[in-house]
């Protein structure tokens, strides 16, 4: 079911190449790595730093649950990009952080086209890289039909939500925007033409002052995105902006507690 009541189920396994989910050697990603991400050298992978769940098999292509983590003494990170190897563009987000993100717990919901490896590549304060992922056996989801017909999506489109929760000691914000982020891949039901592709790329989400992430997308995160992220408040309001590629801006203020 889709909307604001689905549920991020994640499976969790060890990412060694062992494991059924883990990354696959692919000559896809070495074109990928040099020519779209632009580094010239594989980063290193360390579970201490950066760790990516997803599941191993995925229920619904067009929303595969993405948790991005670290353990509690890892160094910070100041950026993270999402990658998707098999997908027609292959970055799916680019990530900046706040410090009331780190140590860094977020989860995405995105759109997977093919059997792939999913990737997390952080940016260290130092400039270094570190790199975490999973192969996802999924197919379809670029192109997997809306889940809401036009006039639904007119109606709804920006709308927001915010809650709250406390978890183990920590504080975790949930925050879901109505839009249907679509691909370009899509056909309307009703009139089988394809539906330009129409998606937030810019979302930026503060506490007062103080920054605790920001996105730029494209086509591959999932519709109606929910973000969920552990955070140290700081009694502030919450305050969402978002733009979108038709020129669309919406605005939201929350009250820190939801």
Not at 16 to 37: F, G, K
Request: charged letters at 25%; aromatic letters at 6%; one cysteine or more.
């Amino acid at each position: 079911m889709k909307g604001w009541l689905v549920a991020t189920a994640l499976l969790t396994a060890a990412p060694v190449w062992a494991q059924e989910n883990a990354l696959r050697p692919s000559e896809t990603w070495e074109d990928l790595r040099e020519s779209v991400i632009g580094l010239t050298e594989e980063p290193s992978m360390d579970p201490a730093i950066l760790d990516l769940d997803a599941p191993i098999r995925a229920n619904d292509a067009a929303i595969v649950p993405v948790r991005i983590s670290q353990p509690s003494d890892a160094p910070a990170l100041t950026d993270l990009m999402l990658v998707i190897d098999a997908n027609p563009a292959p970055v799916a987000a680019e990530y900046t952080f706040g410090e009331a993100l780190m140590p860094l717990d977020f989860e995405v919901r995105v759109r997977v086209d093919a059997y792939t490896d999913l990737r997390a590549i952080g940016t260290l304060a130092d400039g270094g890289n570190v790199m975490a992922g999973r192969f996802v056996k999924a197919s379809g989801g670029c192109s997997a039909p809306a889940g809401k017909d036009m006039a639904a999506v007119k109606d709804s489109m920006g709308e927001m939500r915010w809650k709250t929760a406390q978890e183990d000691g920590r504080t975790l914000g949930t925050l879901m925007i109505r839009h249907p982020m679509f691909s370009g891949l899509q056909r309307d039901q009703v009139t089988l033409m394809n539906i330009p592709a129409h998606f937030i790329d810019r979302l930026e989400v503060k506490q007062g002052d103080e920054l605790l992430f920001t996105m730029e997308a494209g086509i591959s995160v999932s519709e109606d995105p929910v973000f969920r992220f552990a955070y140290e408040p700081n009694g502030q309001p919450i305050s969402v902006h978002a733009e979108d590629t038709e020129g669309n801006v919406w605005d939201q203020t929350f009250d820190a507690g939801g």
